[in-house]
């Protein structure tokens, strides 16, 4: 597998969808006067699309499994906060629906990720 830069990453694509999902559900109100609920699900979803990014910016493998680590953690915390923003009435049942598909799916694609890197031989650019 040779990826050149980060936003080809698949699981990158997924991460920043998710990341403007959620802009859109924070926008409207009451979701949007809650402060503090609002900063950290954007800071969760953020992270979990700049954890990717950082990651395979490292140019090696095993610090990239560590911030992949990281980012599939914050997707967890990203589904946690949906289900607030679902028990606070913020969003409909439909919306954290396809948050939860969102997060488990993106979740489940990074966890492979992880296992893939973890077998690989390659070390990363660094080491070249």
Known sequence: MKVEKFENLEIWQE??????????????????KDY????????SSG???????EGF???????????????????GETR???FRAFDFGYIQQEELNNL???????????GSFINYLKKSTIKGSKFD
Request: aromatic share 8%.
């Open 57 to 75: 910016e490292r140019d090696g493998r095993r610090e990239f499994i560590q911030f992949l680590s990281i980012a599939k953690g914050s997707c």
């Open 15 to 32: 991460a920043r969808g998710l990341c403007k999902y959620i802009f859109s559900l924070t926008t409207k109100e009451p979701f949007s």
């Open 36 to 43: 503090k609920l609002r900063d950290q699900i954007h800071g």
């Open 100 to 110: 939860i598909d969102r997060t488990e799916r993106l979740g489940k694609r990074i």
């Open 80 to 82: 946690s906060q949906s």
């Open 47 to 53: 992270s979990v699309m700049d954890n990717i990014a």
